[in-house]
């Protein structure tokens, strides 16, 4: 079947670590995204990606970092710089203007 | 003036009722409006689809966007218990620069 899949499903992180959340897809779409999801606030939009080796920041990119190598892979790094991390990160695909699909998401957690 | 505003709800209807669900935003410069529904610690899916004004039919749901009020809704009938989830509304001015999402509003059909 075709879709997003992220991983790990669940993510703890110590204080002053980074993490990364992977993200891949078999869609065959140029664009990629990363939101963050948190309880009352909506989706807000961290970075994303049009082609291989280009991306742009989002609304709320500080304390994150991302690469685009391959088409199929776009990779989210929190960092320790980033001082609230604990939320529902999803990453989501798209083909030009269609609805976007989305994967089932990764929880991180800071511990 | 947030750009999306949505009710959060949680909005409990009986089963078999006619959910309405609706969202308001500010940006004129957005031209396609999505509907999505989020079971709990799930990745959002795509329910609706609409490109500017007017209706879209698709089974029991049914999606209007009308842009001279900013406003569009989600219409679902015979509501049945397993549409619980969180409703978000979202809409892009087209290109890749990622959707910008209302809050969401929590559902509740009660058998």
């Known amino acids: 079947d075709g879709g997003i899949t992220q991983s790990p499903k669940y993510l703890f992180r110590k204080e002053g670590q980074n993490v990364t959340l992977s993200c891949e897809q078999n869609l065959n779409h140029d664009a990629m995204y990363w939101y963050r999801q948190d309880p009352g606030q909506g989706l807000r939009l961290i970075y994303y990606?049009?082609?291989?080796?280009?991306?742009q920041k989002g609304d709320i990119a500080e304390g994150y970092s991302v690469s685009r190598e391959k088409k199929e892979s776009f990779p989210l790094t929190v960092t320790s710089a980033q001082k609230n991390p604990t939320a529902f990160y999803l990453c989501?695909?798209?083909?030009?203007?269609?609805?976007?699909?989305f994967g089932s998401g990764t929880r991180l957690t800071v511990v | 003036q947030k750009e999306v505003e949505q009710d959060p709800g949680p909005l409990s209807v009986p089963e078999g009722a006619i959910v309405s669900l609706n969202c308001t935003y500010s940006n004129s410069a957005f031209q396609y409006f999505m509907w999505y529904r989020q079971y709990s610690r799930k990745g959002p899916e795509l329910l609706m689809y609409?490109?500017?004004?007017g209706n879209k039919e698709d089974g029991r749901f049914t999606a209007q966007v009308d842009k001279s009020s900013k406003y569009i809704s989600l219409f679902i009938r015979d509501s049945q218990p397993s549409d619980s989830a969180t409703y978000l509304c979202a809409m892009s001015r087209g290109g890749a620069d990622g959707l910008t999402f209302g809050k969401g509003t929590h559902l509740i059909i009660q058998p």
């Open positions: 990606s049009q082609i291989v080796n280009d991306f």
């Open positions: 609409t490109y500017s004004s």
């Open positions: 989501a695909a798209a083909a030009a203007d269609y609805g976007y699909t």
